[in-house]
């Protein structure tokens, strides 16, 4: 006897490594490995999330009708067009298993985020990695690998775990130039941040596609990563076939609560905003003093390359950091080992980590 036989596929299958959340032997932990929010959540979405409390017997409402209607206003787009989903990651999840048999094919470009691999390789998909340019994606290297077979592309933009971004015309030219049986997904959970006059997320292309995915996230600039909230928004066939696929309870109450408050709380939202887009500026100028090499971001991270020096690498500063409490995010998994990446959090965690790493510099 051996016991069930899962799919091959599903055997050959990667656990998704989240970021530490402990680092051994260290006091006290500052955590600024998954780009979670530096100021929390919105205190009228708490507030929203305390009072769904006294409803947990009930049901939530299974086409989360507000949560819909709020994000329609929000952004002026079709309620109907709208998916929401146990964060963004269910989302696409949801595409894989909508368009993906065994053997098709999925593109997405080197340093991407870590589930499009999994999440194509879920429902027998082959993952399809194309070269990126500095560590941005590039247009011409994923058309020269369409084929036949290829089913999805995911584009993270801005991109996870560099921080860089592509324009709205570069995304626009890739998608023009793909047959319209494939489906772009434009995962766009770090566009909350994005302060730049050629960067769109992707709601103009999805209104005149029949074949584009946006996702957002409730995850990151609006600090509410543990209800797991995200949302989709498609063209009307797309959206309806994910429509039908999901779970009818997929979005809990609290979720979808917290979620219409958090939208409404645009005080939260600016000052996040512009925590965020201060201290990108001066992160970025105190790495480049030490030495290091930050790749521009325009997310609420900053991938940072190290020398390839011994006692100074990537690796031995994680080491370092560790010990001192500091978690970082270190890919060697994404072929990143040369690079630590660093969430922006609060001031005092900011100055803190700059500091012990000009000691690691210096020492
Ligand atoms: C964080 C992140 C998401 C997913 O967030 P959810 O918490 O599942 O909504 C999706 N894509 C990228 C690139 C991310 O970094």
Redesign the pocket.
Known sequence: MTGPEPRPWIKQLDVYVGGKSHAEGAETTVKLS??ESALGASPKAITAYLEEAEKLHRYPDASYHDLRAALAEKYTIEAGQIIC????????KLACRAYIAPGDEVIFPKH??M?YPIAAASFGGVPIEVDDTDYTANVDNILAAVTDRTRIIFL?N????TGTYISAKEVERLWKNIPDNILLIL?S??ADFVEKDDYQAGIELVQKSRNVLM??????LYGL?AL???WGYACPDVASILDRIRDPFNVPAPAQVAGIAALADTNFENKARAHNSKWLGILRGELIAMGLEPIPSVTNFILIKFPDKTGKTAENANEYLLKQGFILRWLPGQKLQHCLRLTIGTETQNRAVIQRLKEFMEH
């Open positions: 998954s780009n989903g146990i964060g963004s990651d269910e989302i696409l991407s985020f589930m993270a801005p991109n996870n775990p995962d959970a770090y996702t957002r996230t409730f995850s990151k990563a797991r909230l995200g």
